[in-house]
T-cell receptor, first 110, second 113 residues
């Protein structure tokens, strides 16, 4: 029972580097989300997708891009990492209103 | 502005000492209120969904209730394994079909043996 799998689990980037976070779900869910979680800020929605081939902006989309080429995968890209993007990133998927979360990716930008 | 506020920020209980966590909300039309549990280093885990005032849901030692302004998560005779951060989120009436949620900051619960 894999559920929602995120890779990598940890990553350190230098300012200006780029990277892609991968989220994969095996539950055939239509909806997928990328959140970031910061102390004192709670969970904030970065981007989301309502189905294969669709993406939309959330609360804090600047500096991030996403793609949903396949229903089971949702990719989050950072084109030029900044220290302000140091955070824990969570991917989630849902079919009904209940969302299932991945284990998170701890990203540090130095 | 849609907002979710959880209290207290942190709560320490003795094993068996019952208590309640609060989630107050101001949203333009509530479509659903959600409770999640988050353990350190892990993603949130779904607990309950409540849709209308007066609704109640139970799971083991946890019971969630909903009024028009707030929700309570009652913990009866807690055990150390109930220690976690409990998150509340709401879906507002203007969310459309995208299922966007407004999250509270959570209550960190520690249950001492």
């Amino acid at each position: 029972n894999a559920g929602v799998t995120q890779t990598p689990k940890f990553r350190v980037l230098k300012t200006g580097q780029s990277m892609t976070l991968l989220c994969a779900q095996d539950m055939n869910h239509e909806y997928m989300y990328w959140y970031r979680q910061d102390p004192g800020m709670g969970l904030r929605l970065i981007h989301y997708s309502v189905g294969e081939g669709t993406t939309a902006k959330g609360e804090v989309p600047d500096g991030y891009n996403v793609s949903r080429l396949k229903k089971q995968n949702f990719l989050l890209g950072l084109e030029s990492a900044a220290p302000s993007q140091t955070s824990v990133y969570f991917c989630a998927s849902s079919l009904t209103r209940q969302a299932f979360f991945g284990q998170g990716t701890r990203l540090t930008v130095v | 502005e849609d907002q979710v506020t959880q209290s207290p920020e942190a709560l320490r209980l003795q094993e068996g000492e019952s208590s309640s966590l609060n989630c107050s909300y101001t949203v333009s039309g509530l479509r659903g209120l959600f409770w999640y549990r988050q353990d350190p280093g892990k993603g949130p885990e779904f607990l309950f969904t409540l849709y209308s005032a007066g609704e109640e849901k139970e799971k083991e030692r946890l019971k969630a209730t909903l009024t028009k302004k707030e929700s309570f998560l009652h913990i009866t005779a807690p055990k150390p394994e109930d220690s976690a951060t409990y998150l509340c989120a709401v879906q507002a009436g203007n969310a459309g079909n995208n299922r966007k949620l407004i999250w509270g900051l959570g209550t960190s619960l520690a249950v001492n043996p």
